[in-house]
């Protein structure tokens, strides 16, 4: 029994209308500058957590003792 044009075009008005949104929710998705913020904020989340302040001290010792051996090898 072949089918009502209407009911096709219908069931075509309605993949259409969801193949956009499933599109618009992937360019919202992959935004870059959505990413970009998402990836700042947990930067900032990280550094002001303890293990963060951590890492920045442990990191600042490192290169002040880096930057004290190199001047004390170059004065050799």
């Known amino acids: ?12 008005d309605a993949a259409r209308e969801s193949l956009a949104a499933t599109l618009d929710q992937l360019a919202f998705r992959g935004s870059p500058t959505r990413l970009k913020a998402q990836g700042q904020a947990a930067v900032v989340r990280f550094l002001q957590s ?17 930057v004290v051996q190199k001047v004390r090898h170059r004065n050799d």
């Open 50 to 66: 303890p293990a963060g302040k951590a890492t920045v001290g442990a990191l600042g010792l490192l290169v002040t003792l880096v």
């Open 1 to 12: 029994m072949p089918r009502d044009p209407r009911e096709i075009q219908l069931e075509i």
